[in-house]
T-cell receptor, first 114, second 112 residues
Framework: NAGVTQTPKFQVLKTGQSMTLQCAQD?????MSWYRQDPGMGLRLIHY???????DQGEVPNGYNVSRSTTEDFPLRLLSAAPSQTSVYFC?????????????FGPGTRLTVL | KNQVEQSPQSLIILEGKNCTLQ??????????LRWYKQDTGRGPVSLTI?????NTKSNGRYTATLDADTKQSSLHITASQLSDSASYIC???????????FGAGTTVTVRA
């Protein structure tokens, strides 16, 4: 199993550009989520999905869109990049949405917005 | 306001020495607490999970303790190795809520 994979690993954008961060998992997990990690702060939840076709907003959803057309894939779209979105983005998945289930994290995407 | 506070922010220890990391939380009611290890440039990986009824859990040289009354947890690293250099993140959850509260982490540097 590859686990949770993310692409790209690094990305530089100009303000106003859009892009999609890719996330895939091969563990047949129902629950998937996107976090951002900023210096001196804990990971913050952007969006999450409890199954194909179901998504919901997390703590910091503004400026981001998600969709979940398949169990395996959960892409994160930046609509119009802003410098405040410079961060490291992590995708995670778990068997179900219960907090008792371990979340498996991808390797992250480091995004810089100029 | 962050409901999970970790201390120290960073520490440096010599290889072979022990260290203890602290986590204080205000999440209430409380369901479970995890410690994650995050190597540089990688995603976090779970080390231990404890429910409110557990007060200690070990994973090799890592031992986590929990005092649900005082809302404090600690992670003790015994006989540190260079590979222990990482950020350690405390994560707390409430009952019936899969949304997690993350601490900012403690960065541990182990030097030879």
């Amino acid at each position: 199993n590859a686990g949770v994979t993310q692409t790209p690993k690094f990305q530089v954008l100009k303000t106003g550009q859009s892009m999609t961060l890719q996330c895939a998992q091969d563990m047949n997990h129902e629950y998937m989520s996107w976090y951002r990690q900023d210096p001196g702060m804990g990971l913050r939840l952007i969006h999450y999905s409890v199954g194909a076709g179901i998504t919901d907003q997390g703590e910091v959803p503004n400026g981001y869109n998600v969709s979940r057309s398949t169990t395996e894939d959960f892409p994160l779209r930046l609509l119009s990049a802003a410098p405040s979105q410079t961060s490291v983005y992590f995708c995670a998945s778990s068997y179900q949405e219960s907090s008792y289930n371990e979340q498996f994290f991808g390797p992250g995407t480091r995004l810089t917005v100029l | 306001k962050n409901q999970v506070e970790q201390s120290p922010q960073s520490l440096i220890i010599l290889e072979g020495k022990n260290c203890t990391l602290q986590c204080n939380y205000t999440v209430s009611p409380f369901s479970n607490l995890r410690w994650y290890k995050q190597d540089t440039g990688r995603g976090p990986v779970s080390l231990t999970i404890m429910t409110f009824s557990e007060n200690t859990k070990s994973n090799g040289r890592y031992t986590a303790t929990l005092d649900a009354d005082t809302k404090q947890s600690s992670l003790h690293i015994t006989a540190s190795q260079l590979s222990d250099s990482a950020s350690y993140i405390c994560v707390v959850s409430a009952p019936n809520d899969y949304k997690l509260s993350f601490g900012a982490g403690t960065t541990v540097t182990v030097r030879a």
